[in-house]
């Protein structure tokens, strides 16, 4: 797999997209899916056979999440009937949102210094339109989610964090896991999985152990990743911000250009080992 290039690139056949932390900026996810040729005018998929991945933080901190939602979960529809293919990822951002709504201000203090997830959501970019616009269809969607993917050699996750493996060490055991927590009735089950999904900068280490062992268990050779902005978590700025960042000799990609910071929303080209060349 390599990572081929950011917002310019057009859809063809068989090719694989992913972009990350949209956090409600449905204005700018359709402009960039236009761009791409994967949507028309109207906001149609006309990517035919393409894979869009979606690698979470659909809501909080922009104008409105749940249209956000709405978008994906109507493009894996239309997707899937053209031959294609959309795949969505939990984020800590849903997380944090279904928290709120689960348990409101039920004092959580493994949340310190935040008395509650009511609280912690609204410090971390919380909207309250998203909250209460959340319907059945939408818990039901975004309990579903998996946190991790792998397609053809490539594995697709929100976070760069190996916490990944303390859900399971395969793919199948991680999602599983995942779902069992997002079902579960016990504030400390979410506080768990939070933590999981908001750590970060794993994959920067020198020896890359880290990346090398998260990599072997879930049988992929590279990764994609958002969640750590290219600006804030990367250090970069200008040019080197509106394009996917290649690090860790190569073999891990950071694809969220900070869209609520102001940056780029980022669409990555990919070739996975299903396509080579």
């Known amino acids: 797999m390599r990572v081929v290039s950011g917002s310019g690139a057009r859809s063809g056949p068989g090719r694989t997209f992913a972009l990350s932390d949209v956090h409600g900026h449905l204005d700018r996810l359709e402009a960039v899916l236009a761009r791409a ?17 979606f690698l979470g933080d659909y809501v909080d901190r922009g104008p409105d999440g749940l249209a956000v939602v709405d978008r994906v979960r ?46 912690g959501w609204q410090a971390f970019g919380g909207r309250p339109a998203d909250l209460n616009g959340l319907r059945e269809e939408h818990l039901r969607w975004l309990s579903d989610l998996p946190a991790v993917a792998v ?37 400390d089950d979410w506080v768990t999985l939070c933590e999981v999904l908001g750590s970060r900068g794993a994959f920067r280490d020198p020896t890359a152990r880290r990346l090398d062992r998260v990599l072997a268990a879930y049988g992929a050779r590279r990764l994609v990743h958002g969640h750590s ?10 040019r080197a911000a509106v394009a996917p960042f290649e690090y860790a000799a190569g073999r891990a990609t950071a694809i969220d250009g900070g869209v609520f910071e102001g940056g780029e929303l980022l669409l990555a080209t990919i070739r996975t080992g299903r396509d080579r060349r």
Do not use: C, I, M
Not at 84 to 96: I, K, M, P, W
Not at 101 to 118: E, I, K, M, R, T
Not at 154 to 160: G, Q, R, T
């Open 37 to 53: 040729g994967l949507v028309n005018g109207p906001g149609s998929w006309t990517g035919g056979d393409a894979t869009l991945w």
């Open 229 to 238: 902005t290219l600006g804030k978590h990367f250090g970069l700025r200008g």
């Open 151 to 187: 397609d053809g050699d490539l594995l697709l996750l929100h976070s760069d964090t190996d916490h990944y493996l303390e859900l399971g060490a395969t793919v199948s055991a991680v999602n599983t896991r995942t779902a069992e927590l997002l079902a579960s009735t016990q504030v």
């Open 74 to 119: 109507a493009l894996q529809a239309e997707a899937a009937a053209a031959g294609g293919r959309v795949g969505a990822l939990l984020g800590n951002h849903e997380v944090q949102l279904l928290a709120a709504y689960h348990f409101g201000d039920l004092p959580v203090p493994a949340l310190a210094p935040y008395p509650d997830w009511l609280s």
